[in-house]
């Protein structure tokens, strides 16, 4: 079950929001009375609720926004007891002062924002000793590991536990929390009214992640990132699996670049069976492969693992995509042997993505060039592939059959800028954007305008899902179904 939270200064917005939230089938709200700006009026927000209620009332410290005296908080979470509420919210430290009546189950709750205690167990121990029906922690993820230990904590509980490991670190333990056996979990009512850190928007658990559903046979795969919520990957493989009759799901798994060793060494406990890498990981996860394809090694960079036993798998969909994208926008036959000799290119930054396109071109025979921003990171690029650099200044100056960004530029909210001068586009070039959000970039925007032939950030984005999409699960995605999540999401539609 999810819980939805609401916090209004004003009686009459959480009322009607509550009315709306149990209309579009919501089975349990959080009343967050500290948000209320004015005395709390209980007999109306209380006496003809619409449903299930958690009655909160949070301290500053406790990440809330009452403002009263701690007497004055006391009373009104006895009087939320007093009115019949179904749950009410009770910090450990003042559970002793707040007696058990009526039916009201009692939620014996603990949050730390700096971090996740080495004492969860003891913890936990003592918190259920409060005449707890429900244990509930949040704390501050600052590792992959963090997450692991609060999931143990709830599979083991013997009694309900909702732990959450707050921030974008910890938002997997908000989307598995029915499948560790926790009574509920916690989302907001709108992506723009969060209450707390990492807290997802409730039909988007709903809707991508399909909550109710996950269970302990649920296959497990995810996106490694830091940062991670921005990403549309699990919005398209989730759609994905859903549509295949597939019971898996797809997580947003942020990793700080130095937490790397420990996400390897925790994830297989998780039971997570592949995943997809971008920044910063393309690099540095090919060392922990015990295979990788030979484009792998070439690369320098996997963007997939898969997870099979003790083996580590490595793949980079990236370079396979790209190829396929270029090679069709051409008309050359995909996969032929120097495909692209006599072809010449120029590839704009020194990135992840850039060095998988520039080696695929380079293993296909076509003539490269490298302009980065960086000219120390293009000159290693060149080095290690085997290509040209030009100066940053003096990119429209070449002349190319195939032009590629590889760099962030354009990408949304920089939506008004460009990599590349429209004066220097003609007719008879490709131009690849590898940015996706917004698929029409202003290169693209320009590129059509000059009647160049397009290679969009979706095209190469939706095939490099595709092919993780098979590793994953050896079936092959409906692409047209991907696509169109992707556009959705990208371009979404705006009401006048």
């Not at 600052?142 to 230990?149: E, M, Q």
């Not at 380079?362 to 120390?376: A, G, L, N, P, Y």
């Not at 592939?385 to 030009?390: A, D, E, T």
Request: aromatic share 6%.
């Amino acid at each position: 079950m999810i819980c939805v939270s609401l916090g209004r200064a004003r009686h009459k917005r959480m009322i009607a929001e509550h009315q709306f939230l149990v209309e579009q089938g919501a089975q349990l709200v959080e009343l967050r009375l500290d948000y209320i700006s004015r005395a709390v009026d209980l007999k109306r927000l209380l006496n003809d609720r619409p449903g299930p209620v958690v009655a909160t009332v949070r301290r500053k410290e406790d990440g809330g926004r009452w403002e009263r005296s701690e007497q004055d908080r006391l009373m009104l979470l006895r009087s939320v007891i007093a009115a019949g509420a179904e749950y009410v919210d009770i910090e450990a430290d003042v559970a002793a002062q707040i007696p058990r009546y009526g039916n009201t189950k009692r939620i014996i709750s603990y949050h730390d924002f700096s971090g996740t205690p080495e004492n969860l167990d003891e913890l936990h121990e003592a918190m259920a000793a409060e005449d707890a029906d429900i244990v509930k922690i949040a704390c501050m993820a600052n590792s992959f590991s963090d997450n692991i230990r609060m999931i143990n904590l709830c599979k083991n509980a013997k009694i309900p536990t909702i732990g959450i490991c707050m921030g974008e670190i910890g938002m997997l333990t908000r989307i598995l929390a029915n499948r560790v056996g926790s009574p509920f979990t916690y989302a907001t009512f709108s992506s723009d009214k969060k209450l707390a850190p990492g807290q997802l928007n409730w039909k988007e658990m709903n809707s991508v992640y399909h909550y109710e559903t996950i269970k302990e046979d649920t296959a497990l795969f995810g996106v490694i990132a830091d940062p991670v919520a921005h990403s549309h990957s699990p919005l398209i493989h989730n759609a994905a699996f859903v549509d295949a009759g597939l019971n898996a799901r797809y997580l947003p798994l942020r990793v700080p670049k130095d937490d790397l060793p420990s996400f390897m060494r925790t994830c297989k406990e998780l039971g997570i069976q592949g995943i997809s890498i971008t920044i910063p990981h393309k690099e540095s996860a090919l060392q922990y492969c015990t295979q990788a394809e030979s484009s792998c090694t070439g690369i320098g960079a996997i963007n997939t693992m898969i997870f099979n036993g003790d083996d580590r798998l490595g793949y980079n969909t990236d370079y396979r995509a790209a190829m396929d994208c270029i090679e069709e926008s051409f008309k050359i036959e995909r996969g032929t042997e120097n495909s692209l000799q006599g072809k010449t290119a120029l590839v704009l930054g020194a990135g992840g993505v850039s060095r998988a396109i520039a080696w695929g071109l380079r293993q296909r025979k076509c003539d490269v060039t490298i302009s980065s921003r960086t000219r120390e990171r293009a000159e290693m690029l060149a080095a290690d592939i085997g290509c040209r650099v030009i100066d940053w200044e003096e990119r429209h100056e070449a002349k190319v059959q195939l032009l590629i960004n590889g760099t962030p530029i354009g990408m949304h909210p920089d939506v008004d800028n460009t990599p590349f001068n429209q004066s220097a586009l003609n007719q008879f070039m490709v131009v690849f954007d590898t940015v996706y959000n917004p698929e029409n970039t202003l290169l693209i925007k320009q590129a059509t305008q000059k009647q160049s032939r397009v290679i969009t950030g979706v095209d190469m984005f939706v095939r490099q899902a595709a092919y993780q999409f098979k590793l994953f699960t050896g079936q092959e995605a409906s692409i047209e179904l991907m696509r169109k999540k992707i556009k959705e999401a990208t371009n979404p539609v705006r009401l006048n």
